[in-house]
């Protein structure tokens, strides 16, 4: 065994991290007498420390002002969607106009596609990709029929085509093309739930627009895990949640990109709220509906700030780091892991994660070889020792080394754990 896969080199690593600190800002769970090793920050981020803070500020607020709390002082509610936005922005690569915290994901994705899914005879199929998460195929399914069209018909899921179930970017290209004159919208995810293959969001986004198609992302696994340029990029939206890498505790409100260039289009429908009005008028309290510019005029209601607050808490904590240092902490740590699975764990676990860096972030998916029940059998042991990954039907481990929190050494702990279990 090299030594650059020794437990000393990987408590070395910690050592040097600049990132180390960050992992004091969380709430780690117990187990035993020690830490747990968790590894589904892809699913619920850890706690914040700061997160009961921030929340704790809103009780008092409430306590002591009541409803002068939404005009009082600098975290005002009648705007504290807003204190988020820059450092949002910069997680996601906007503008801060670009991105609002609001609702939850699949209200999001149903109400962007209220303004992105026009479907006409002529282009009515949205194309998707094959085993998304289910809820964002029913949301799809749904839009579909909503409009009176037939999923059979109007819906294209793309097929896997590698060896592990993921998928080319020539197979995505060659079914925008294909499907090109019919197409009204194209929905991807950034990184693949099951599977963890991150996309070429540049390169799909290119082909989509090439056909006069509407592109949309499902950002859940990349936000706050890979970085991201989506002014650049510029998908007409995208939508993603706030409870996974990015910590901001269950059901957390969610996020939503609509591209500046659509900002003053008061052609786009849209399911329109009190909150979606804009800010200089709305008091005014007038029945008609004008938008204030930006994705902030796809707010609906007033948003929860006890909600809200964790996420402030979480945001400060991705400036301290910048995502570029968290990438790069990730590149090693996800590349270690893979390196120790490929030369000690071999005969136990297949990676089903693409090995190119450029085609994943943290997670790695494994596949336990011997079949289903072994599977959820070193799953279940995992879990019982401490070890937390999560298993996702029909027969994947998902382990995400998170480099906010996650160190080398506890890489190095979950292989040799799965080696004791095996017997190597
Ligand atoms: C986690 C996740 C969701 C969750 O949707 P909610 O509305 O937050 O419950 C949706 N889509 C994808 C791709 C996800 O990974």
Wanted: charged residues 20%; aromatic residues 8%.
């Amino acid at each position: 065994m090299s030594d650059l896969l020794s437990r000393t080199h990987a408590i070395a690593l910690d050592a040097a991290d600049p990132l180390r600190p960050l992992r004091n800002e969380f709430l780690i769970p117990c187990h035993g007498g020690g830490e747990q090793t968790y590894f589904v920050g892809n699913s619920l981020g850890l706690q914040p420390r700061g997160a009961q803070a921030a929340v704790q500020e809103v009780m008092r607020q409430w306590g002591e002002l009541a409803v002068e709390g939404h005009f009082t002082g600098p975290t005002q509610w009648l705007s504290y969607h807003r204190l988020v936005s820059a450092q949002l922005a910069r997680v996601v690569g906007a503008l801060p106009s670009e991105v609002v915290a609001m609702n939850t994901l699949s209200v999001n994705l149903h109400l962007m596609m209220v303004s992105f899914y026009r479907p006409t005879a002529q282009r009515p199929v949205i194309l998707m990709e094959a085993g998304a998460f289910p809820t964002d195929r029913h949301a799809v399914e749904a839009q579909i029929r909503f409009h009176g069209f037939d999923p059979a018909e109007c819906l294209v899921e793309v097929q896997p085509d590698e060896a592990h179930g993921t998928i080319s970017l020539t197979a995505i290209e060659r079914a925008i093309a294909e499907h090109g004159p019919r197409l009204a919208l194209v929905l991807w995810p950034g990184v693949q739930y099951r599977t963890g293959q991150a996309f070429d969001l540049d390169a799909i986004t290119r082909a989509a627009r090439l056909q006069g198609a509407r592109i949309g992302f499902d950002l859940a696994h990349s936000v706050g895990n890979l970085p991201l340029r989506l002014h650049d990029v510029a998908p007409d939206f995208a939508v993603w949640c706030h409870y996974k890498y990015l910590n901001s505790g269950p059901g957390a409100v969610a996020g939503a990109f609509v591209h500046e260039r659509h900002h003053r289009d008061s052609t786009l429908p849209r399911f329109a709220g009190w909150w979606g009005h804009e800010e200089a008028t709305r008091f005014q309290m007038a029945p008609q509906f004008t938008p204030a510019i930006g994705a902030e005029g796809w707010q609906l209601s007033n948003p929860p700030i006890l909600g809200l607050a964790p996420l402030r808490a979480s945001l400060d904590l991705f400036e301290r780091a910048g995502m570029e240092a968290l990438r790069s902490k990730s590149l090693a740590l996800t590349g270690m892991l893979e390196a120790l699975v490929r030369a000690r764990l071999s005969n136990v676990l297949d990676i089903i994660t693409p090995a190119d860096p450029h085609r994943r972030g943290c997670q790695l998916s494994l596949r336990v070889i011997g079949g289903r029940e072994r599977g959820r059998a070193l799953f279940e042991h995992l879990r019982g020792i401490g070890v937390l990954g999560d298993w996702r039907e029909p027969d994947v481990i998902r382990i995400s080394p998170t480099p906010l929190y996650n160190r080398y050494l506890d890489v190095h702990h979950f292989v040799e754990e799965v080696e004791a279990w095996a017997g190597l």
